[in-house]
T-cell receptor
Framework: DGGITQSPKYLFRKEGQNVTLSCEQNLNHDAMYWYRQDPGQGLRLIYYSQIVNDFQKGDIAEGYSVSREKKESFPLTVTSAQKNPTAFYLC??????????FGPGTRLTVL | AQSVSQHNHHVILSEAASLELGCNYSYGGTVNLFWYVQYPGQHLQLLLKYFSGDPLVKGIKGFEAEFIKSKFSFNLRKPSVQWSDTAEYFCAVSRTNRKLIWGLGTSLAVNP
């Protein structure tokens, strides 16, 4: 079954800890994206990658880091430098035609 | 700054009412336009898209949208809503660099 998987679905983190969110796709898409969704603020782009071993900062990259070592995988690390990390995180991938397909999301809560 | 505006943040309708959600963008030149929907507890999914051709685009579940270039608009419509249309709706625009610019979303509640 083709699609995008994100894990875990729910994640709890203590203040000061780094945490990594997983995103895997088997759609053979070149581009992958990470968004943060907060109520009333729509989707804000954190990082995106158009090809393996390359990625660019989005609009709110501070406090986050990514890697793109494999086409299928685009993990996001939320570092302790992110001041307000509690949010819903969405991963997406796309072809060159720009239609983005989304995973189910990870809800991160900082305790 | 480049932006996408969704005029209605919260909409409440009764079943069988007609729906129109506004979306305007601030770019010139060629754009691709999208409407996505997020049903409660489900993935964000594509409702419809416009790349070129007929400016009236039909999507899933009876939705349609009209691209009016002169007005920089891509409004979403449905003639008769159902309770199952309760969801959050997002308009998005992309240009050649593949980044999508998103509106803030419209929360639609349909009362049975």
């Amino acid at each position: 079954d083709g699609g995008i998987t994100q894990s875990p679905k729910y994640l709890f983190r203590k203040e000061g800890q780094n945490v990594t969110l997983s995103c895997e796709q088997n759609l053979n898409h070149d581009a992958m994206y990470w968004y943060r969704q907060d109520p009333g603020q729509g989707l804000r782009l954190i990082y995106y990658s158009q090809i393996v071993n390359d990625f660019q900062k989005g609009d709110i990259a501070e406090g986050y880091s990514v890697s793109r070592e494999k086409k299928e995988s685009f993990p996001l690390t939320v570092t302790s430098a992110q001041k307000n990390p509690t949010a819903f995180y969405l991963c997406a991938s796309s072809t060159h035609l720009d239609t983005q397909y989304f995973g189910p999301g990870t809800r991160l809560t900082v305790l | 700054a480049q932006s996408v505006s969704q005029h209605n943040h919260h909409v409440i309708l009764s079943e069988a009412a007609s729906l129109e959600l506004g979306c305007n963008y601030s770019y010139g030149g060629t754009v691709n336009l999208f409407w996505y929907v997020q049903y409660p507890g489900q993935h964000l999914q594509l409702l419809l898209k416009y790349f070129s051709g007929d400016p009236l685009v039909k999507g899933i579940k009876g939705f349609e949208a009209e691209f009016i270039k002169s007005k920089f608009s891509f409004n979403l419509r449905k003639p008769s809503v159902q309770w199952s249309d309760t969801a959050e709706y997002f308009c998005a625009v992309s240009r050649t660099n593949r980044k999508l610019i998103w509106g803030l979303g419209t929360s639609l509640a349909v009362n049975p």
